[in-house]
């Protein structure tokens, strides 16, 4: 994927974890909740990805 698009993707898991969270926190579901933390973090994940994509590319057209 580009960096754009993992940018995006890890905005969106993000977002849809930390709402995941809240529920499961507000219904009383740590499964819910765990759930939604492994959301945010793989959102996270992805969205250093994208950054590191997208420095590596300025690097090298740098070069």
Same mark, same amino acid.
């Given at each position: 994927? +580009?960096?754009? *698009?993992?940018? =995006?993707?890890? $905005?969106?898991? *993000?977002?849809? &974890?930390?709402?995941?969270?809240?529920?499961?926190?507000? =219904? +009383?579901?740590?499964?819910? @909740? $765990?759930?939604?933390? $492994? @959301?945010?973090?793989? &959102?996270? $994940?992805? *969205?250093?990805? +994208?950054?590191?994509?997208? +420095?590596?590319?300025? &690097? =090298?057209?740098? =070069?």
């Amino acid at each position: 994927m +580009g960096s754009n *698009t993992d940018r =995006i993707k890890g $905005a969106v898991d *993000t977002a849809v &974890g930390k709402a995941k969270e809240k529920v499961g926190h507000a =219904i +009383g579901s740590d499964k819910l @909740q $765990a759930k939604g933390v $492994a @959301q945010i973090l793989k &959102g996270k $994940a992805e *969205t250093g990805m +994208g950054k590191a994509k997208s +420095g590596l590319k300025k &690097g =090298i057209d740098r =070069i």
